[in-house]
């Protein structure tokens, strides 16, 4: 009986990891660095992943006060009855920590870990858990007290400014005093159904986020890592609530009367183990599930968008094109008629300095010509005078 939950839990974690390998295998998409919720907010001066991250670190720091807290009160009281409500505290508690801390948007997660805080710290001071812990009361309060100053800190820090406005502040614990926590099993209203302009969110960006693939995928792996942390712990404690509720049963006096009791509630505790650890797992698996469509959707949605980019900037590259191609043919249709300017200015040139040319050579030789004529007369004038001279 004591392998059996173990063995489940081992192969519970194993198949967990393995789908959530699956599909870190199947995402590989543009990341972007805020939130739809969080562009929306300006005054955020973190990431995303920055905020993912110290949303879930003080998502396991709360499940620590808290079960710290329960144990204390526990192992100072001897009040079966307020034993029995510490217990219900951290089983009922450390999961409502843990599942506000993995809302797919980081923005929403910090939110709903302040609104959990305040409305821990109402139920535990004004509401119907104010008196649940008896004499060891202020033990319960202190610690949801300094859980309430982590969440505050966490969505200061992330503000500019680093602290929260008294507006917001006041709306959110406006929001908390009208959704109280209810009974030992801590039932509550989640910010997710609330009216998240009076929160200061937008709605509108709210619906548009999705839930980023990466996000979605580390927070499967941070939901795999609470289970590893926690699973083990919140069987047992489970398993000892069983316990102590079949063993408060009415004394007899009859040892044999008493053993018989003990003996049938120590059945019903082993028979009702094994359905609790599949409660877990079939709850664990519809979560996974849960942001497993979450994850499809979202890429569903980033490769319309990424189409839709493609087919935008198709569009800009062929008009650019386009007007690159005509500031082209006009600086050639430019360059062309340059150029054939130059080729008529070089021919207009090339005659007018042929022709000067011609100009020079025929008055050369004119006057070659005429120096032959005149060498030629002044010849034949000499060679009739020497002629005559002789004669006589």
């Known amino acids: ?60 720091h709360l499940s620590t006060l808290i079960e710290e807290a329960a144990d204390s009160i526990r192992a100072v009281s001897t009040d079966p009855s307020v034993r029995r409500n510490a217990l219900l505290w951290k089983i009922s508690a450390v999961p409502l920590a843990q599942e506000a801390a993995l809302r797919n948007d980081p923005l929403v997660a910090s939110v709903d870990l302040l609104a959990f805080t305040v409305q821990q710290r109402d139920y535990l001071t004004t509401g119907s858990g104010r008196s649940s812990f008896g004499p060891r009361q202020p033990i319960a309060v202190a610690a949801a ?57 937008s709605d509108d960006s709210f619906v548009a986020t999705v839930g980023n693939v990466d996000r979605t995928l580390v927070n499967i792996s941070y939901r795999l890592s609470y289970l590893n942390e926690t699973l083990a712990e919140v069987v047992r404690w489970n398993a000892e609530l069983a316990a102590e509720q079949a063993l408060a049963t009415p004394k007899i006096d009859s040892l044999f009367g008493t053993g018989t009791g003990t003996l049938r509630s120590l059945g019903t505790l082993a028979d ?34 990424a189409f839709q980019d493609l087919s935008v900037q198709r569009v800009a590259l062929e008009a650019a094109l386009t007007v690159e191609r005509k500031a082209l043919m006009e600086q050639l249709g430019q360059e062309r008629v340059g150029l054939f300017l130059s080729v008529d200015s070089l021919a207009q040139r090339s005659i007018d300095k042929s022709m000067a040319m011609l100009g020079r050579l025929a008055w050369q030789l004119a006057g070659a010509a005429l120096i032959a004529v005149a060498a030629l007369l002044g010849g034949t004038l000499a060679l009739i005078s020497r002629w005559r001279a002789t004669a006589a």
């Open 1 to 60: 009986m004591g392998l059996w939950p173990a063995r489940a839990i081992a192969r519970l974690l194993r198949n967990a990891s393995v789908a959530a390998t699956a599909l870190a295998l199947g995402a590989c998409v543009r990341v972007p660095t805020q939130s739809a919720s969080m562009q929306a907010s300006p005054q955020l001066i973190v990431s995303a992943n920055q905020l993912q991250l110290q949303s879930f670190e003080l998502g396991r």
């Open 145 to 201: 007290g300094a859980a309430e100053r982590e969440a505050t800190g966490l969505v200061a820090s992330s503000l500019k400014g680093g602290r929260l406005s008294a507006s917001a502040e006041a709306n959110i614990r406006t929001w908390a005093a009208g959704h109280r926590l209810q009974g030992p099993a801590f039932r509550r209203a989640s910010v997710l159904a609330s009216d998240w302009q009076a929160l200061g969110l």
């Open 272 to 305: 009702a183990a094994p359905a609790l650890i599949d409660s877990l797992r079939e709850a664990m698996m519809r979560d996974i599930n849960r942001e497993r469509v979450e994850m499809m959707r979202d890429v569903d949605r980033q490769r319309v968008l």
